[in-house]
């Protein structure tokens, strides 16, 4: 599994561009902005993107959707919880930095259980809400890695003071869902370096 991560957008959000090598098929998780940017890697790594996905609906990991969407073709999905963000910019926070429309409404719900598949590579849906009431993480269990969003970062964890948010439902997520994975598991954050499952479990501030 490829993972390119580049840095995107007003806020600095991670927008991850993951991969099968071989099937030269991938997704796009948040793609937060530079909207061409995004475009032109894929066009560099020579993908077939499967999905658009976005971990919630805050604007800074859904402004470049539509850009996304339209010079790939691909669907977009996000957690149903989530998903009137996509098109509400109240709701999103998008009118904090003047995006009336920032995004299409989702073509595809992913609630907790569900899958995304490209080439031989599958990510296992986790819904971790406390961030936001949709917030999700992807997991495989295979490459053993986490695109956590913004629920749990690098000695830090996503705020919760947001309408929608909770930090009671959040450390209860991250508790449940996120520090139940294996230790060595590579989490990939919404912003910020990476990190592993083990070292926050022993040293996160806010979890321990």
């Given at each position: 599994m490829i993972v390119e991560l580049l840095v995107v957008g007003p806020l600095q959000t991670n927008c991850y561009i993951v991969a099968d090598e071989n099937a030269k098929e991938g997704i796009v998780i948040d793609p937060?902005?530079?909207?061409?940017?995004?475009?032109?890697?894929?066009?560099r790594?020579?993908?077939?993107?499967?999905?658009?996905?976005?971990?919630?609906g805050h604007f800074d990991h859904i402004m470049a959707n539509k850009e996304v969407m339209e010079g790939t073709g691909a669907p977009l999905a996000i957690h149903p919880k989530d998903a009137d963000m996509l098109t509400n910019p109240l709701r999103s926070f998008a009118l904090?930095?003047?995006?009336v429309h920032p995004s299409p409404p989702a073509t595809?719900?992913?609630?907790?259980?569900?899958?995304?598949?490209?080439?031989?590579?599958?990510?296992n849906v986790?819904?971790?809400?406390?961030?936001?009431?949709?917030s999700i993480s992807l997991?495989?269990?295979?490459?053993?890695?986490?695109?956590?969003?913004?629920?749990?970062?690098?000695?830090?964890?996503?705020?919760?003071?947001?309408?929608?948010?909770s930090m009671r439902v959040l450390l209860q997520s991250i508790r449940e869902?996120?520090?139940?994975?294996?230790?060595?598991?590579?989490?990939y954050p919404g912003?910020?370096?990476?990190?592993?499952?083990?070292?926050?479990?022993?040293?996160?501030?806010?979890?321990?």
């Open positions: 937060g902005g530079d909207g061409d940017h995004i475009l032109r890697t894929i066009q790594m020579g993908l077939s993107i499967k999905m658009v996905v976005n971990t919630h904090f930095v003047g995006k595809l719900l992913l609630e907790e259980g569900a899958t995304v598949k490209f080439g031989a590579h599958t990510l986790l819904h971790t809400p406390g961030h936001s009431p949709g997991w495989s269990p295979e490459e053993k890695v986490v695109f956590s969003g913004d629920a749990l970062f690098n000695l830090g964890i996503g705020r919760t003071d947001f309408p929608g948010g869902k996120l520090f139940t994975l294996p230790d060595d598991t590579v989490v912003h910020g370096p990476k990190t592993t499952i083990d070292f926050e479990r022993k040293h996160n501030p806010f979890l321990t």
